[in-house]
């Protein structure tokens, strides 16, 4: 509450406002309170310290005028508080000497209730207070108009720091993109030459072919995580084909067997023991693994075996990748499921720096979580835990 009556007093024309409606109507304060939990407070105050009353100081909301006012959603007035016989008006009588006040119920243009505007005096009014009560009212609709203006110009401030995030981002995705695509480009293009030129024997055709179908393939993962990255940037969430796999385990399974195919020089520890039928999108599940086995060999000591664990706990999917890579600090750990973040390997920059991002997209696509680990006993995990299949949602219903 007290950062609430700090951001309305910084509001420079609602305490302009209440100074120039206590000098129109002639009477000594001028308060917007808040009414709420059963607490009147005062949060901007004109000249309220001559009647013991400072902002942020709360009543017993039965003890005020605005008790009525916000029962019966209403203007409530006193011209002599003297002649009231009820509660409030005598407890501020007899307590702040107060003769006369009126209490405006403040509603935002869409209906809610906001709070309500006090004009208080030590001295009784003449007449039925009309004046005085359209002023209030006046200076009410006024204050509306300041408080939306203000919420307005907060949106408007944080679209346009959107605006600028999503410039930067977009001028960083691609030059990466335009870098990343070059090397394969480049090598697809250098291996057309030789072909082309037929200066190249009969025998290493194969092996030409199989080197232009790898520099295609990295290409194609890359726009792949392209259209990933896009979809979870505009809101759109990775798309998903949820449904009941009976051989998840398997998949998991040749998953990693395809990578460390390409990768004979590292170990590998893999337990998988998912005897259970999973309702989920087996194909993300296995780029999910692809890729956290992937960073695991990128960024892992090469010395030691990276440990895969696959199982189902009390029907929650669990899916780990450890690696024996250095201590990751703090500020590292926190970043590492931003775009185009990524940390060095061996010196250079390798892919997008979207794989932990779109594993992460993966994950909460699923209802799950994706955590990551590290310590310098057991290096750094990436832990996925989904809930039990029964409670994944099905998108396409």
């Not at 203006?149 to 995705?173: I, K, P, S, Y």
């Not at 072919?209 to 726009?223: D, E, L, N, Q």
């Not at 792949?224 to 998991?252: H, M, N, S, Y």
Request: with cysteine.
């Amino acid at each position: 509450m007290r950062l609430e009556i700090d951001l309305l007093n910084r509001l420079r024309a609602i305490p302009m406002i209440l100074e120039r409606v206590s000098q129109s109507i002639g009477m000594e304060s001028v308060i917007l309170a808040s009414l709420a939990d059963a607490r009147w407070q005062a949060m901007v105050a004109h000249n309220s310290v001559v009647l013991g009353i400072a902002v942020g100081d709360t009543l017993e909301l039965h003890q005020t005028v605005c008790f009525a006012a916000q029962s019966i959603g209403d203007v409530v007035a006193h011209a002599d508080m003297a002649d009231e016989s009820n509660a409030a008006c005598q407890f501020l009588t007899s307590e702040y000497g107060l003769r006369s006040g009126i209490s405006v119920p403040i509603y935002r243009p869409d209906g809610s209730y906001f709070g309500n505007l006090c004009a208080l005096d030590r001295k009784p009014r003449v007449g039925d207070l009309k004046q005085e009560i359209a002023m209030l009212q006046l200076a009410a609709d006024l204050i509306v108009v300041q408080l939306d203006n203000n919420q307005q110009q907060g949106a408007d401030e944080q679209r346009a720091l959107t605006l600028a995030d999503d410039a930067v981002l977009r001028e960083q995705f691609l030059g990466v993109l335009a870098h990343d695509l070059r090397n394969p480009l480049a090598a697809i293009g250098a291996l057309a030459e030789v072909l082309t030129a037929n200066a190249v024997p009969v025998t290493r055709v194969p092996e030409i072919g199989k080197r232009m179908t790898a520099s295609v393939a990295r290409m194609s993962y890359m726009i792949d995580d392209v259209i990933d990255f896009t979809r979870a940037r505009l809101g759109g969430g990775i798309a998903l084909e949820i449904k009941p796999c009976a051989d998840l385990g398997r998949l998991l399974e040749l998953t990693v067997d395809e990578i460390t195919a390409a990768h004979p020089d590292r170990l590998v520890d893999i337990r998988i023991a998912i005897n259970e039928t999973v309702v989920c999108d087996a194909a993300r599940l296995q780029q999910l693994l692809s890729n956290l086995v992937s960073n695991a060999f990128r960024h892992g000591a090469a010395d030691v075996p990276v440990k895969v664990r696959c199982e189902v706990e009390e029907g929650a999917l669990h899916i780990a990748v450890t690696n024996g890579g250095p201590l990751i600090d703090e500020s590292a750990l926190v970043r590492m499921f931003e775009p185009f973040w990524q940390a060095e390997a061996g010196g250079r920059r390798e892919g997008l720096g979207l794989g932990l991002f779109i594993c992460r997209h993966i994950v909460e696509a699923h209802g799950g979580d994706l955590k990551v680990l590290s310590s310098v006993r057991d290096g750094v995990m990436f832990e996925a835990v989904f809930p039990p299949s029964n409670a994944v949602d099905d998108p396409s219903q």
